[in-house]
């Protein structure tokens, strides 16, 4: 004899409530790998608008010869006013009384709080798929201010942004443009990692001595993992072996791998559509740095409010009246903007 199933009506109003609840407890725990707080800067706030200040000053030591001048810490800023994010499910509320874990009420919470977790990585690779300009190089003046005209990745960084004069840096690579003597390779490898280390080791402030930063591992989309993996995460690697003119390769000796243990992040919302409308691309990477000593100049700030709103439509909304329907939904307040251009290089491998 088949069993027999009682369903039990369920009330309304409790289902929304433990719908909300089980949101707020899904978002505190959501497991999403949050690379963005690892690549750039996250601030929790929940201010209509942020400036965040933007230092062009690098301290250093000089001679005291009478007059004590001093730096101005900061001098240009990016400003960010959060934008609302919007996702909510509505029913039938009458399949909801019936018992309505089968339409998938009972799981959505958890799926609606690890995308409000996600969204912070997706803004961040927006930021660096659009390729904004920066506000680092806007230019206040009285009356008015002077547009950037240098976006986040470039070949024409200033490595000091008020005597333009002393040099540039360039932070936007690809495959074939030579980079300290080699080409860059059109996969990841160690000529690769030689090269980002003499980059950020040769990055300098406004005081023309170097930053200090060093070389910290890549940020890959999905589709590099294993490429990175297999390059960067194994104990030895065969290196080559030529004929004495140098000619033909005459076969392979197994050597240690000096760059095992090189940090891969990987970041499954760097490729596909983003808000903005820009597109990630899969043969796109970037090398990261750290700095031993200060704070790393972040490539981007993400900007999150505090906590999820919450909006419900329950028996007595106009909702139910004209349509039987209840629902719930949730807004976010969230902004992101580019930052400091040092501290990242954009690799295109597209051969």
């Known amino acids: 004899m088949p069993p027999t ?188 990692v030689k090269q980002c280390r003499q980059h950020f080791r040769s990055i300098c402030g406004p005081n023309g001595r170097p930053l200090g930063l060093r070389f910290a591992g890549f940020l890959v989309p999905a589709a590099r993992e294993e490429e990175a993996l297999d390059a960067l995460q194994r104990d030895t690697v065969i290196e080559l072996v030529r004929n004495a003119a140098g000619t033909e390769n005459v076969g392979g000796a197994a050597m240690p791998n000096r760059f095992a243990g090189t940090p891969i992040i990987v970041g499954d919302e760097l490729t596909g559509s983003l808000p903005s409308g820009a597109v990630g691309d899969a043969d796109v990477i970037y090398a990261l740095a750290t700095k031993a000593s200060g704070v790393t100049p972040p490539p981007f700030i993400v900007q999150r409010s505090t906590n999820a709103e919450q909006i419900i439509y329950d028996k007595t909304d106009q909702l139910y009246k004209d349509t039987g329907l209840i629902g719930i939904k949730f807004v976010l307040q969230m902004a992101a903007a580019a930052a400091l251009p040092h501290a990242i290089v954009r690799i295109n491998l597209a051969p």
């Open 5 to 192: 199933y009682n369903q039990v009506p369920r009330d309304v109003q409790l289902a929304l409530t433990e719908f909300s609840r089980d949101f707020d407890a899904a978002f505190a725990l959501a497991d999403v790998e949050q690379w963005a707080g690892m690549v750039g800067r996250v601030v929790t706030s929940d201010a209509l608008r942020t400036v965040y200040p933007l230092p062009i000053s690098t301290a250093g030591y000089k001679p005291r010869d009478g007059d004590d001048k001093m730096r101005r810490l900061y001098e240009r800023s990016l400003a960010m006013v959060p934008t609302e994010w919007v996702d909510g499910v509505q029913e039938k509320a009458s399949l909801v009384e019936r018992g309505g874990d089968w339409i998938g009420w009972a799981s959505e919470p958890d799926n609606m709080a690890a995308e409000a977790v996600r969204h912070v990585n997706v803004l961040a690779a927006d930021v660096l798929a659009s390729n904004p300009l920066l506000d680092f190089y806007r230019v206040e003046r009285p009356g008015g201010s002077t547009a950037s005209t240098i976006r986040l990745f470039a070949n024409n960084h200033p490595i000091n942004v008020l005597r333009p004069s002393e040099g540039t840096f360039d932070n936007d690579w690809a495959a074939g443009d030579t980079v300290f003597g080699d080409a860059v390779p059109s996969v990841i490898n160690a000529t690769l």
